[in-house]
């Protein structure tokens, strides 16, 4: 018999505050987004496949055919090639590609790029039918950019 | 010729009340699912259905016609016959009570002098098609839901008698008209408040809703009795539900709410009063069904037999003391 009054306040009182907390979240806005129709940001720390950073001074690329992120890939899924132009001091990109079937979203080629010229986009629809959907040319990518 | 016209007369109105029960069934359900699932999903802070229509109200006339097309799946070993009868024996009992319920003051279908009692006597039913359905199945998930549900409604009838029976107490009748009538100047909830918080946390427990759905307990059983049903037998047991919640729902206005009473509840007008009334003692319960977990079983006993039955049984005391006494 002990403890059969204390049981029924305390029980009744912590009834009432569970009513009170799904009333709260009830009036409270909701949070899922409808996703196809609407879009939220995506955050900074983000990391999409990688992509050739367009300079806003120069309007183009800044890469300088370094070659260290093809090497710093442990995947082999960088492309990058080169080639010297009259009057044009270092070499000239002509080619990036990025074969993202293979890549592993490492950022070692992202960090070992002296210059900044890539970075991680911020693409996460990346649907696709075809294995050649995947390889990406990313100077065209930041050409069309341009 | 005079008595001839008054049976015809009373044949046609009783026809024309059935129909009009018939669709309140249906339509209730469709408003209850839907209402049901944009609570939860809003309690949830999610969307809820959002496709078809606006805000998604389509939805569950939709899933009533992709429900309605799918096959009647019948076990191997089920009892046939019994099984078949189930889910009509569970959908009749629930559109009997809704012919005395009284909508308005001249809007039920016959205000009967046993009205109260009639309401309890065929609701009671419900159970006994609930353990048909989980016997005929000849599964124990089914069986087991159905067990529980009968213990749980025994135990859970005797607080909604005992809480009802203080109220016919002041009242003296057990017409359902009588009693909205006598609650002209104040509502019984308030001369009554411990017989109407037993009825409705007993009536959540009759309805087999949750925090009291041990017969359907998905992570137990499946889905208790109706675990083998499918199509139009599982949603005359859903709808059944529905309709069962609208009925508890409509006696505690009745009894406890003031009924059709209202400001400019008139002749007629009365009916959007009492479904107001009615609709707001259901959204509470959906409420509280996305609010608490499920009780075990021992403190579903627990809460009936040594709670509800003595507080029930006190308050009858006192009600028939004080009534005697003044």
Known sequence: MSGYFSDLITGSKSLLVGLGVTLKALVSPVVTVQYPREKIDVSPAFRGHIDLMKDETTGTHRCIVCLSCMKACPCQCITVEGEKQEGVKGKVLTLFTLDFTKCSLCGLCVESCKPHAIDFSDEYELAGFSREEFFYDLLKRVKERA | MDTMQMTLYDVLRMVIAFLLVITIVFINALVMGYLERKVAAKIQRRWGPMEVGLQGWLQMVLDGVKIIAKQLIVPRDADRVVFRVAPLLSFTPVVLPFLVLPFAKNLV???????????????????LSIFVAGWASNNKYSLFGAVRSVSQNIAYEIPILLSLLSVVLITHTYSMQGIVAAQGTVWFCLVQPVACLIYLVSATAETNRAPFDLPEAESELTAGYHTEYSGFGFSLFMIAEYANMFIVCAVATVLFFGGWHGPFSGEYLGVLWFLLKVFLLMLTMIWVRWTYPRVRFDQLMNLAWKYLIPFSLVNLLLTALIVKCI
Do not use: C, E, Q
């Not at chain 2, 279908?109 to 419900?126: E, H, M, P, T």
């Open chain 2, 109 to 127: 279908g016959r205000d009967i002098n046993l009205g109260l009692i009639f309401i309890i006597a065929v609701s009671s039913i419900n159970v």
